[in-house]
């Protein structure tokens, strides 16, 4: 459910404390899976360059390919800026852009998930030229499906995601309805939120369970472990 990686270059605009150069970009041109150019093919200069704030070259690079940049947000009208009137217009209209974007993210007509898709289709491609199997592994990570505020509408949300990213050819397993069941207390979480020893069982159990089924080859038998 981390869509937005696809869309964003820079990692700082989701989390500042974070100090990563700038990640790749792909975009869906002419309908290829086409990767964006490099902005500074030496890392470090995203750090050099911007030291004192964003340069103009990294503004446009951002304002084009970069879905969790919003200018309303991080821009300030060179003449109205100061107005304490324009700085809530300005958050409202970011608060907004940000929620929209968010929300559509599972949506098969929504840029996220449709270069998440040729990513993965991309990968199928080169794995099945290199004469192996693909298996395309859907993990819900969300904390609302173990905490008992999930809604009907999420599960609408995951099933048409799932049903747009496993069309054929592709070959997928499903974890949620697996892994939906379990009870809170089993769903364990490191400090910075991923899971867990005890979740990371059940996640390979159920990977393990359905690779059997789903290809047919012979894999040794999981061993029983207290997971509880």
Not at 81 to 97: D, N, S, T
Not at 103 to 111: D, F, I, K, R, Y
Not at 214 to 220: A, G, Q, V
């Amino acid at each position: 459910e981390d869509l937005w990686r696809d869309i964003n270059t820079l990692r700082q605009l989701r989390d500042p404390s974070w100090e990563m150069p700038l990640m790749p970009r792909f975009v869906i041109s002419d309908g290829e899976l086409q990767l964006v150019p490099v902005l500074y093919p030496d890392p470090f200069d995203l750090y050099r360059r911007n030291g004192d704030g964003l340069s103009p070259e990294l503004r446009a690079y951002l304002r084009r390919y970069d879905r969790l940049y919003f200018p309303a947000k991080y821009e300030e009208h060179p003449v109205t800026g100061k107005l304490m009137l324009y700085k809530l217009l300005a958050r409202a209209l970011w608060v907004q852009q940000e929620r929209q974007l968010h929300a559509n993210l599972m949506n098969p007509e929504g840029e996220a998930l449709i270069v998440s898709r040729a990513i993965f289709d991309a990968m199928r491609q080169q794995v099945t030229a290199d004469g192996a199997a693909f298996v395309l592994v859907i993990l819900p990570s969300e904390y609302h499906w173990w905490s008992g505020t999930s809604k009907q509408s999420h599960l609408q949300d995951w099933r048409r995601m799932v049903s747009f990213v496993c069309a054929e050819p592709m070959v997928c397993i499903d974890l949620l309805p697996e892994l939906r069941s379990l009870a809170p207390k089993q769903v364990d979480r490191t400090y910075d939120g991923h899971f867990g020893p005890k979740m990371n069982l059940w996640i390979a159990t159920a990977v393990h369970n359905a690779l059997k089924v789903r290809l047919s080859i012979p894999l040794p038998k999981a061993e029983a472990v207290d997971v509880n």
